[in-house]
């Protein structure tokens, strides 16, 4: 898992795929934090994407850096923990000009039984459960 955090933080924006009805929707993310244990990620709850991660929390990350990219797919667990959104927010402090851990929008996710593969173009994918 501090693979997976290392490299999307080196990466600093990855792309989130949902299904909204039966249709795939990608958007770009920034946000990746590991808090007690687990990988999280974090969004508002007025976005689409927190709208269809309700509804379907299986979800793909991809990220490329350099001539290497990762692909994470899981599913998105909800945290109510004020704890989790104040250490995601302590991570990325130019989120507070928009969001607070206690304003009812903010929500944060953790994967849940995720499989990382980091790949490249000159060796074996690898791949590590988490």
Known sequence: MERVEKFLKEA???????????????RPFGTVH???????????????????????????????TGP?????EGKLVEDDNLKAREAMLDAYPELKAMYSADDGNTVV????????TFSSFTSAPEEEKF
Request: glycine fraction near 6%; include cysteine; hydrophobic fraction near 35%.
């Open 34 to 64: 590991i808090f007690e244990g687990k990988l999280y990620i974090q969004t508002g709850k007025s976005k689409d994407v927190y709208k269809q991660i309700e509804k379907n929390p299986n979800v793909e990350i991809c990220a490329c």
């Open 12 to 26: 600093k924006t990855y792309y989130l795929a949902t299904v909204d009805g039966d249709k795939p929707r990608v």
């Open 109 to 116: 996710f953790y994967l849940e039984n995720a499989t990382a």
């Open 68 to 72: 290497e990219w990762l692909r994470v």
